[in-house]
């Protein structure tokens, strides 16, 4: 299948930098959300990181405003049956994705697959939304989408062969290194990821060390780029306790139990850098 235009659901921080990618590789991009202030918000984000990159020699001037005419910010979905290819970035609700993908299903060619950039979500479930369950795939980038190469190709039940190797191309072509995954909750990634910062956070609730420690630990013994808890915040405790609640919820299995710690603090609205307070200050 030739890809040559997007339709990106959600320009948030994951969405606008699908679009930005896209974009980048000369695919035309719409880029919706719920209003078209949202919609141009996310376009000038993916403008504002661009600057930075101008200013860095990085990028020519001439090459920012060629891929930012490439993105188009929308409100509606009136673009939907004309586009190759439409992926779903909103928010990690399930029901708020079946219906997107319910609405996709009614408007797009039959051709057309329909991906989610779900983190943890059932492809299988979503899928069940449309009358096209073997165009459905999961297609998990990770943030920032511009910098992280990794891309999580995750087939659900119904998805064909066809549409796996699509996708799989398509990650590829976007400059992108592709990793095929079961559907289960989390898939690898997060299914691997949380528990570790999970586990990191009952080292903080059980008083065997402090923030800083813990990350040093990690940071240094481990070689990771950044500390559990200071990724936590990154990511944010919202979308952590979210996650894991996900991973209990799926398998029934206490290793999943998300600490009480990160509970109340998502209780207290300390949710990482954006609110200004995680298990750090920012």
């Given at each position: 299948?030739?890809i ?5 659901v ?9 679009a930005?990618v ?5 695919i035309?991009?719409?880029?919706h ?7 141009d918000?996310?376009?000038?984000q993916?403008?504002?990181g661009l ?5 860095k020699?990085?990028m020519?001037?001439?090459a ?18 004309q586009?190759?290819f439409i ?10 994705k079946k ?15 329909l991906a989610?950039?779900?983190?943890s ?8 939304a449309?009358k096209r369950?073997?165009?459905v ?6 943030n ?6 990794l ?12 549409t796996d ?10 400059g ?5 995954v079961?559907d289960y ?11 570790m910062?999970?586990?990191?956070i ?6 065997i060390?402090?923030?800083e420690?813990?990350?040093?630990v ?11 808890l200071?990724?936590a ?33 998502v209780e207290?609205g300390?949710?990482?850098?954006k ?6 200050k920012?």
């Amino acid at each position: 299948m030739n890809i040559q235009s997007f339709f990106v659901v959600g320009a948030g921080q994951m969405g606008h930098g699908i679009a930005q990618v896209a974009a980048a590789k000369g695919i035309s991009v719409c880029l919706h959300d719920i209003t078209l202030e949202l919609a141009d918000k996310g376009k000038k984000q993916v403008a504002k990181g661009l600057d930075r990159l101008v200013q860095k020699g990085k990028m020519t001037a001439e090459a920012q405003r060629a891929l930012l005419e490439k993105i188009k910010p929308v409100a509606d979905f009136a673009q939907v049956s004309q586009v190759d290819f439409i992926i779903e970035a909103a928010t990690e609700r399930l029901d708020i994705k079946k219906k997107i993908f319910a609405e996709m299903d009614g408007l797009a060619r039959p051709e057309v697959i329909l991906a989610t950039n779900t983190s943890s979500q059932s492809i299988t479930e979503i899928a069940a939304a449309t009358k096209r369950a073997d165009k459905v795939i999961g297609m998990h980038f990770f943030n920032p989408v511009p910098v992280m190469q990794l891309v999580e190709i995750v087939r659900g039940l119904a998805t064909s062969v066809e549409t796996d190797q699509t996708i799989y191309d398509l990650a590829v072509a976007l400059g992108k290194t592709p990793a095929r995954v079961a559907d289960y909750p989390g898939f690898v990634s997060n299914r691997v990821l949380m528990p570790m910062i999970n586990e990191a956070i009952y080292c903080l609730f059980e008083g065997i060390a402090d923030a800083e420690a813990v990350d040093t630990v990690m940071k240094l013994g481990m070689n990771h780029p950044m500390g559990p808890l200071a990724l936590a915040d990154l990511i944010g405790l919202d979308t952590c306790l979210f996650i894991m609640q996900r991973l209990y919820q799926g398998f029934s299995d206490s290793k999943y139990r998300p600490c009480p710690l990160l509970v109340k603090m998502v209780e207290a609205g300390k949710l990482g850098r954006k609110t200004g307070e995680g298990f750090y200050k920012y």
